[in-house]
C-alpha cells in the first residue's frame, strides 16, 4: 500500500491502486488486523478520483460553449454539441471510472 496521498497519485495510479485493494478484498488476502486500514484507503482514493472526474466535467461544460462559439464563427458547419450535463451522485460514474471487474 502506498502511503502517498491519493491526490498525489496519477490518475491511473490512483485507479492501479484501488483496483489492487479491491482485489487484495475480494480475495480475502487482507489480514483481518489491516482490513479497516485497507477499506479506508480504497474509499479516501475513490473519494478523490470522484472529485476528479466531477472537476474535469465543470471544465468541459465551461469550455463547450467556447468552442462553440469558435466553431460557429469560423462557419465550419453545424455548432458543436453542447457537453452532457453534470450528473448527480446517484448516476453512475464515467466510462472508464468503475468500469473494470472487481
Known amino acids: 500500500m502506498s502511503d502517498t496521498p491519493p491526490a498525489q497519485l496519477t490518475y491511473a495510479q490512483a485507479v492501479d491502486e484501488l483496483n489492487a485493494i479491491i ?6 488476502l487482507v ?6 486500514v485497507r477499506f479506508q484507503r480504497a474509499i479516501d482514493i475513490m473519494e478523490d478520483l470522484d472529485g476528479r472526474i466531477r472537476r474535469a466535467r465543470a471544465k468541459v461544460d465551461e469550455l463547450a460553449p467556447r468552442l462553440d462559439a469558435i466553431s460557429r464563427a469560423a462557419g465550419d ?3 458543436v ?9 446517484a448516476d453512475p460514474p464515467a ?3 468503475g468500469d473494470e471487474p472487481f
Do not use: F, K, Q, R
Not at 482485489?23 to 480475502?28: A, Y
Not at 489480514?31 to 479497516?36: E, K, S, Y
Open 31 to 36: 489480514d483481518v488486523d489491516a482490513l479497516t
Open 23 to 28: 482485489g487484495e478484498l475480494d480475495d480475502g
Open 77 to 79: 458547419g453545424p455548432a
Open 81 to 89: 454539441p453542447p457537453a452532457p450535463a453534470a450528473t448527480s451522485a
Open 95 to 97: 466510462p472508464g471510472y
